[in-house]
Nanobody, 115 residues
Framework: QVQLVESGGGLVQPGGSLRLSCASS????????MGWYRQAPGNQRELVAR???????SNADSVKGRFTISRDNAKNMVYLQMDSLKPEDTAVYYC?????????WGQGTTVTVSS
């Protein structure tokens, strides 16, 4: 089964930063627009940021100016740099195709923003 592996989450204080990584040994990310999603307890999974195959990025309004998605096709990696984190950013973060999820969801990586 195709697998996505997310990493980099953790506990951080409000205002702090984290960098999430997404990897796969089966999926060639360069073929797809990729995205980061998150799911907070009791909420539906939502798209946070996505990046096209050409590198054009867009963010959800809730994270604009704070989160930056990027990709490294040579390393087959997708990243999410998260700055100025807020408690409401607490969630499990997942990567998948950015324009309609296509792949089986990975386990995600948990981000907790708390003092």
């Amino acid at each position: 089964q195709v697998q996505l592996v997310e990493s980099g989450g953790g506990l951080v204080q409000p205002g702090g930063s984290l960098r999430l990584s997404c990897a796969s040994s089966e999926i060639q990310f360069s073929r797809y627009g990729m995205g980061w999603y998150r799911q907070a307890p009791g909420n539906q999974r939502e798209l946070v940021a996505r990046i096209s195959t050409g590198g054009s990025a867009s963010n959800a309004d809730s994270v604009k100016g704070r989160f930056t998605i990027s990709r490294d096709n040579a390393k087959n990696m997708v990243y999410l740099q998260m700055d100025s984190l807020k408690p409401e950013d607490t969630a499990v973060y997942y990567c998948n195709r950015g324009w309609a999820p296509l792949f089986a969801w990975g386990q995600g990586t948990t981000v907790t923003v708390s003092s």
